[in-house]
């Protein structure tokens, strides 16, 4: 009965640390599946935003310009209101 429930406990460690070792082994071979290389998922994500980075570079300057641009459109569409407010007035009397 003794060497029954031995070689039982023993045979179940065995199937336990083998479960164990595999998930272990899963988990890590997915892991540097996703961020281990730069052919990994992670490593072309990182790629791709360099990409989007160096590609938008040149919009700050453009935004600058058209910022500008809009400011002086601005300061004239108010004294475009201000003159029709005008016209309003004088043709509402």
């Given at each position: 009965m003794f060497e029954t429930l031995t070689i039982w406990t023993l045979a179940l460690t065995a199937v336990i640390v083998l479960v164990v070792a595999a998930y272990l082994i899963a988990i890590a071979y997915y892991l540097f599946k996703t961020g281990g290389s730069k052919n990994s998922h992670l490593g072309k994500l990182v790629g791709g935003l360099k990409a989007v980075h160096n590609n938008a570079a040149p919009l700050d300057r453009h935004l600058m310009n058209l910022g500008e641009g809009l400011t002086a459109l601005r300061?004239?569409?108010?004294?475009?209101?201000?003159?029709l407010g005008d016209a309003a007035e004088i043709l509402g009397q």
């Open positions: 300061s004239e569409l108010q004294g475009v209101d201000a003159s």
